[in-house]
């Protein structure tokens, strides 16, 4: 299975501040002590300005790698 890539941003102010492109199992094992934002998986990375928290991340990540593994 291709492993979904997104976007890691940090929220400094008002502005988002980029950390990187990587798969989101990679976003999601970052330290609990850094807050960040995670690209919306259903979006492109890099190319949306949809992003979710870490709880919102994995509630949505679970709920589209369980819709694809029923097709």
Do not use: C, W
């Not at 934002?37 to 990540?61: C, Q, V, W």
């Amino acid at each position: 299975m291709e492993k979904k890539v997104v976007e890691v941003v940090a929220e400094v102010g008002d502005e988002l501040l980029p950390i990187g492109i990587m798969n989101a199992d990679q976003a999601t094992s970052l330290p609990p002590h850094v807050e960040v934002k995670i690209s919306h998986p259903d979006d492109d990375a890099g190319e949306t300005n949809r992003y979710l928290d870490r709880e919102e991340f994995n509630s949505a990540h679970s709920s589209i790698e369980l819709d694809t593994a029923e097709e």
